[in-house]
Nanobody, 115 residues
């Protein structure tokens, strides 16, 4: 079974940057559309960025032009470069495949943006 391990979160000031990483075990990583999701306190988990196996990227309007998703299929890893961070980006960030049947969720990584 695939295991997902997210890292790279932290506390940053408004306007700052962070780079998140997500390492996946298993051999099926490269064929899947991968996504970064986030869940803020009291809100539902939302998909903020996705990337196809071939590298095509799609972003939610709320993060467009500020976040960049990328992947390294040789390392079974997906990344999220977050720039110009805002307090409303504060959330726990998770990665998973974008599918009706998602893999078990990892522990996520906390991102906190102070104003």
């Amino acid at each position: 079974q695939v295991q997902l391990v997210e890292s790279g979160g932290g506390l940053v000031q408004t306007g700052g940057s962070l780079r998140l990483s997500c390492a996946a075990s298993g051999s099926s990583f490269s064929i899947n559309v991968m996504g970064w999701y986030r869940q803020a306190p009291g809100k539902e988990r939302e998909l903020v960025a996705r990337i196809t196996s071939g590298g095509m990227q799609i972003y939610a309007d709320s993060v467009k032009d500020r976040f960049t998703i990328s992947r390294d299929n040789t390392k079974n890893t997906v990344y999220l470069q977050m720039n110009s961070l805002k307090p409303e980006d504060t959330a726990v960030y998770y990665c998973n495949r974008v599918s009706v049947e998602r893999w078990p969720w990892g522990q996520g990584t906390q991102v906190t943006v102070s104003s």
